[in-house]
């Protein structure tokens, strides 16, 4: 099998113009077959603020109705998006800029309103990716890069978490690739203490997360990702790695972040 990288940038990165900068200078020099998918950050929010559209947060997760459903497209599909690919090209790196409804690659359903009415907020099921269509894209050597925008299939786009997107992507193409799921943020890894960027947990098994976990040696704020990439794995990606943006150089070493595995 082919070998695929497919990489995750958050919103810290996006938000920092010079760490971005940085960081796509190095996915660009990164070789081989690989995909980008990236965040909003806080753009939308402040655009929104300037049309006179309030942004709901609940729990860190936005709450998406009609007019911010608009601003989130505008931003993550359109500025975010094509100002990475521009940058990309810069770099010598042939981008192509998506989202989920472009060539019916992602489609996704409403989330269903429970305690909370998360307004156009989609959930991925475990068809809703089309994997061919994206091989098409890499075997013409198109770098696709994704953002966080998908649909239902019957005109109506939705706001989708772009951590989900990733691990989506890399599931449904790991049957035609040998993956490796790479989160950036702006920490070296999983860190023993949250405090000590220096504290990198170099490799994790999902047995020893477990006990990790309930120790509580690993902050919350990382149970959620680290849930996703062992889930990830049991699916079929080879391995996932989270680490430092400014670090994926590494990567080619396999000395970048932590790395999770089976």
């Not at 951590?163 to 999983?190: H, R």
């Not at 990606?237 to 999770?260: E, P, W």
Request: charged share 20%; with cysteine; hydrophobic share 45%.
């Amino acid at each position: 099998m082919s070998v695929l990288n497919i990489i995750k940038i958050g919103g810290n990165v996006i938000d920092n113009p010079d760490q971005l900068e940085v960081f796509l200078e190095k996915f660009s020099a990164l070789p081989g077959r690989k995909i980008l998918v990236h965040g909003g950050g806080k753009i939308a929010t402040r655009i929104a603020s300037d049309m006179g559209i309030e942004a709901k947060m609940v729990e860190g997760r936005r709450i998406t109705d009609a007019a911010m459903l608009d601003v989130v497209t505008m931003v993550y599909a359109g500025l975010t998006n094509k100002n990475i690919v521009a940058a990309l090209q810069k770099n010598n790196c042939n981008a192509i800029g998506l989202c989920g409804a472009d060539a019916n690659v992602i489609k996704a359903v409403r989330r269903p309103v429970k305690e909370i009415d998360y307004g156009f907020v989609g959930d991925i099921l475990a068809d809703s990716i089309d994997p061919l269509a994206i091989k098409k894209l890499l075997e013409a050597e198109f770098i696709p890069v994704f953002s966080a925008i998908t649909h239902n299939g019957n005109g109506q786009l939705l706001n989708t978490n772009a951590d989900t997107i990733a691990s989506s992507l890399a599931v449904a193409l790991s049957k035609l690739y040998e993956v490796s799921l790479i989160y950036c943020f702006d920490k070296n890894g999983v860190l023993l203490d949250v405090n000590d960027d220096q504290s990198v947990i170099e490799t994790i098994r999902s047995s020893e997360f477990e006990r990790l976990r309930d120790s509580k040696t690993i902050h919350d704020g990382m149970i959620p990702k680290l849930f996703n990439a062992f889930d990830a794995i049991s699916k079929g990606v080879s391995n996932v790695y989270i680490g430092h943006a400014n670090n994926l150089h590494l990567f080619q070493q396999r000395k970048f972040g932590t790395c999770l595995i089976a």
